[in-house]
């Protein structure tokens, strides 16, 4: 059995169809949860208006063919509202139910009651007023009276012989348009519902042509005409954008959902002036969900992506045009979570999310409380299907690294995994073969991943700093192996022996004599932590104090974590932390995971751990749903783990700047200030790191915007762990200036 690891390279063409997650038996957390998160699709769900108003709109997506009521801020209901004055009748939801209409002021909760005439038909309603026909062919306008009553006003001025086609409803309370054919031709005109005058104001179509209006402006086809116009005066040709008319606001036409979208650009709203013809762009990126509101203004979806959709309210401004308002998110559908990481406060979830089916990695940043702050955001680009074998624990193999990065497996079409690196932006994708297959991730922290080939090979390869591609700088035989920062951990030549090896320069920094009972088949570095596994026995020794541990072992995962150990137990669905970081072991209870569950292995298919002083998160039984729960164990102090600080060959420039990466071991705030020879700061640099990285840049211009002069400048960094936990980190070092 094979499942789908849909990664491997770049997606080109064509389309991964979604499959549906399992129902499951949700999660029974017994610590609550600080957050939850939902991994969406970034496909723009489109919808329409079923009814927008003064006072907000209802919508109809269809995605999931559901309805939403939106109402707008700081709405100021009117004193009085009725069928007395139609110009209340913007914020009137008229519902028909047979020959009854009940009519209802959304701001007001005023109602009336229209009942249609036994030999009318309905036609239309907007406002306070109904529009009827009956059999001879007259059109009425029906309105409710104070006493209960239905008035009648017949409409005159329809041409004798004029057989309605549509009946249109725009940007008004008092007018409403027909469209009608008439000896062969089809013309458009508007009725008056306060005085129920009928008046054509355009001619001469073959067919049904489209049709926008407000008080002010008929637009038909490629024809305008003000509403006020003196009768006899003919429609004009007008500018306007690519695509459908959608509303006219003001004095401009929108138009918007072109059938045809030049390559590499997407639909726009535009808007064009009837008055001067100057054609302008209101929304980018925006198509689908366009149409009139009752006021006068208009509605339209927008946005980059489904994470990022909104409705914006348009309305006219005092000099012609018009400007737009974000006014709701349209909440994209969830997708099913193929595999998660936590590094640094980042919480990277890989699932099928792009518009065309594709997978790739998105993240969640979360605070140091382990709340999830921000939205979802892409965090690789979309990625092409490759193969998993049976019992891997996620669909792909994936490491979250501490620094903005995530490492995952890949299989090529013959078999052969790669290691890939993403998470700097959308676009970067850095990788190295193994020339294995069969592969697991066990560990890796920063730059470095450790990798363990199906042959029995194992590798360490080196992403220094996301701009090159990876490089194996350590192949060794298969055993238990643990990265963290500069030093790869393995088995010592005698019993419980644990042996540091720096990648740097090949030196052994340090032999641990773990006090365990074996050569350990597993072994896992966090800080100071070394955790030991035998298989029935397991143990962490504490390499500042000397202190050794004996922990619970489960034939479940188990992964080490900064003063704690998270296992699951596969028989119970339990998930249990083992908090030891005052030195003695004391286990509880976490969660009870789903039952049901696609994923057979490790901890990345279910839950996962964040090694650099956060949390942990887990899948909650509900499709695209993720619950990170606080570990409830204090963090380390704030330590460098690694450094890249070499300086730009003949730069830095604008183009080429200075990115020194200083990998700690927990988020953190950042100030790095730049010195001249003479002591004098010539640049001060802020910020926060990107997981638990300072990731900085500098172009070699001082505070006063010009380039400093060469030679060599001394810089120092200052750190301030986010959880407050500890005291600040300093490092020092020059570069230099070409």
Not at 412 to 434: A, Q
Request: a neutral charge; one cysteine or more.
């Amino acid at each position: 059995m094979t499942r789908s690891r849909r990664l491997a390279t770049v997606a080109l063409s064509g389309a991964v169809a979604l499959t549906c997650a399992l129902p499951m038996v949700p999660a029974q957390a017994a610590d609550s949860p600080v957050g939850t998160v939902r991994l969406r699709t970034e496909k723009r769900i489109e919808i329409d208006y079923q009814w927008a108003g003064a006072s907000g709109f209802q919508y109809h997506s269809y995605v999931g063919n559901s309805t939403a009521w939106v109402g707008y801020p700081d709405v100021v209901p009117p004193e009085h509202a009725g069928p007395d004055d139609l110009a209340t009748g913007t914020d009137v939801v008229n519902t028909r139910s047979g020959s009854t209409v009940t009519q209802r002021h959304r701001s007001t909760n005023v109602t009336a009651t229209v009942t249609i005439p036994a030999g009318q038909t309905y036609a239309a309603a907007v406002g306070w007023s109904v529009l009827t026909r009956d059999t001879a062919g007259t059109l009425h306008v029906l309105r409710a009276a104070a006493d209960g009553t239905t008035t009648d006003l017949p409409v005159a001025g329809l041409p004798t012989g004029a057989q309605p086609t549509a009946y249109v409803t725009g940007g008004s309370v008092g007018r409403l348009a027909v469209l009608y054919t008439l000896d062969g031709t089809s013309s458009v005109g508007l009725v008056d519902l306060a005085g129920g005058a009928f008046r054509t104001y355009v001619s001469g179509f073959s067919a049904d042509p489209e049709v926008v209006f407000n008080d002010r402006w008929l637009v038909a086809g490629s024809k305008a005409i003000r509403v006020d116009a003196e009768p006899g005066t003919q429609p004009t040709s007008y500018s306007r954008g690519p695509g459908y008319l959608e509303a006219v606001v003001g004095d401009q036409v929108l138009t918007g959902n072109p059938d045809f979208i030049p390559g590499g650009t997407q639909p726009a709203l535009t808007a064009g002036s009837l008055v001067t013809g100057t054609v302008t762009t209101v929304l980018s990126a925006s198509f689908g969900g366009m149409g009139p509101t009752l006021d006068g203004g208009a509605l339209a979806t927008a946005g980059p992506s489904g994470i990022d959709w909104n409705v914006h309210r348009i309305t006219p401004t005092q000099d012609g045009g018009v400007t737009t308002e974000k006014v709701a998110q349209i909440p994209a559908y969830a997708t099913g979570v193929n595999g998660l990481a936590l590094a640094g406060g980042e919480l990277f979830l890989y699932g099928a999310t792009t518009p065309g089916g594709y997978s790739r990695f998105n993240s969640f940043q979360l605070d140091a409380t382990g709340r999830p702050t921000g939205q979802q955001t892409p965090r690789s680009p979309a990625l092409n299907a490759s193969t998993c074998l049976t019992g891997d624990a996620a669909c792909p193999q994936l490491e979250a690294l501490g620094d903005g990065r995530a490492s995952y497996l890949s299989t090529d079409s013959e078999g052969k995994e790669s290691l890939f690196s993403i998470g700097l932006d959308t676009t970067t994708i850095r990788n190295e073969p193994t020339g294995d297959s069969g592969g697991r991730i066990p560990s890796g922290s920063g730059r470095y991943v450790l990798y363990n080939g199906g042959s029995g090979t194992q590798r360490v390869v080196d992403f220094p700093n996301g701009t090159t591609e990876g490089t194996t700088v350590l192949t060794r035989p298969r055993t238990a192996a643990a990265v963290w920062g500069q030093v790869l951990w393995t088995p010592g030549t005698t019993q419980g022996a644990v042996v540091g090896k720096h990648l740097k320069t090949g030196q052994t920094v340090g032999t641990v004599a773990t006090g365990a009972p074996c050569t350990p088949t597993d072994i896992q570095a966090v800080n100071t932590w070394l955790y030991w596994s035998c298989g029935s026995t397991a143990g962490v020794y504490d390499r500042a104090t000397g202190r050794k541990i004996t922990v619970p072992a489960d034939n479940g995962p188990a992964r080490l974590a900064d003063g704690y150990l998270l296992r699951e137990n596969r028989t119970t669905h339990e998930l249990l932390l083992t908090d030891f970081h005052t030195g003695t072991a004391a286990t509880r209870t976490l969660v009870k995971l789903p039952t049901q569950d696609w994923n057979t292995g490790g901890s990345n298919g279910r839950w996962a751990v964040d090694r650099f002083g956060g949390h942990i998160a887990y899948l909650n039984g509900t499709n695209g749903e993720v619950s990170i729960v606080n570990s409830g164990v204090p963090a380390s102090a704030l330590a460098q783990m690694e450094s890249q600080t070499d300086a730009v060959p003949f730069g830095p420039t604008i183009g080429a700047p200075w990115r020194p990466v200083w990998q700690l071991n927990k988020p953190a705030t950042w100030t790095l200030t730049l010195s001249n020879s003479g002591g004098r700061v010539v640049r001060t640099l802020t910020g926060s790191t990107q997981g638990a990285a300072v990731r900085p840049a500098w172009d070699a211009y001082g505070e006063d915007g010009r380039r400093v002069m060469s030679g060599t400048y001394a810089w120092k960094l200052t750190a301030q762990p986010r959880d407050a936990e500890g005291p600040a980190l300093t490092a020092t070092g020059t570069t230099t200036v070409n």
